[in-house]
């Protein structure tokens, strides 16, 4: 299956492609190294999230902990690939400064169905929906930057960072279509649950676009932590009726 991603978002500092932001990141080596060390954060940060989600299920759905059991080792190689490779260039591998893309997804989540003791599936749909935008987002960035590399000079920096996203995209897009697959079995559930899917895409796709867009616009701006918490809380509303 060909996952397909918006090559153009809105943001409060016009339309911007991933590709329009990455081009300007691959120029300065430290928003590269910084971008990178991100990166290695959300891959690491995920580990530990899709574990907690583990330890919610106990037990429930064997399949599906079986399945994020192995999404978290190829989590988990997606961090050691990229923390070798930063060390290697004498980058920063601490935890990033400021509000994360991490933090402010979740800040927004949908609680309703947090609990998979009330309701196993709503649990489910809400859980896999959230996680898919966020993967889908992951590769939109991943290729944008491949691209961005392959246009920048070929230094033997370039050409390993490149090389290491190249070899963490494939695994990516198989978490993205591993995604699709578990939604589409439980919307064919009933017409309840292809409701359910249909509404939890939606919702989380339009929570994904904005902070896709905040994280455009802070770098490629000077705007502050403040500026960007009250564009989010603007925008919230409006997803709000959803």
Request: net charge neutral; charged share 30%.
């Amino acid at each position: 299956m060909t996952v397909v991603y918006p090559r153009k978002l809105e943001s409060s500092f016009g339309t911007l492609s991933a590709r329009d932001v990455l081009k300007q990141v691959v120029r300065d080596r430290e928003i590269h190294l910084m971008t990178l060390n991100r990166y290695r954060y959300s891959e690491q940060r995920s580990c530990k999230d899709l574990t907690e989600l583990i330890e919610q299920l106990n037990g429930k759905s064997p399949e599906l902990v079986r399945d994020l059991s192995r999404h978290i080792s190829d989590e988990a190689r997606h961090a050691m690939w990229l923390t070798d490779l930063l060390v290697e260039l004498g980058a920063n591998v601490g935890t990033p400064m400021g509000s994360s893309y991490i933090d402010e997804f979740e800040r927004l989540l949908d609680r309703e169905y947090a609990n998979p003791d009330e309701s196993l599936d709503d649990f489910l749909i809400s859980t896999l929906a959230a996680i898919n935008v966020t993967e889908k987002r992951g590769c939109e960035y991943f290729s944008a930057h491949i691209y961005a590399l392959k246009q920048a000079p070929q230094t033997e920096e370039n050409i390993k960072i490149r090389e290491t996203i190249e070899r963490i995209l494939p695994e990516e897009a198989g978490h993205v279509r591993w995604g699709n697959r578990w939604l589409a079995e439980l919307a064919r559930k009933s017409p309840e649950h292809a409701q359910k899917v249909d509404q939890a895409k939606r919702k989380y796709a339009a929570i994904e676009q904005v902070l896709n867009s905040f994280t455009k616009s802070r770098n490629l701006s000077n705007s502050s932590h403040e500026s960007i918490d009250l564009f989010v809380v603007n925008r919230r509303r409006r997803i709000s009726s959803i």
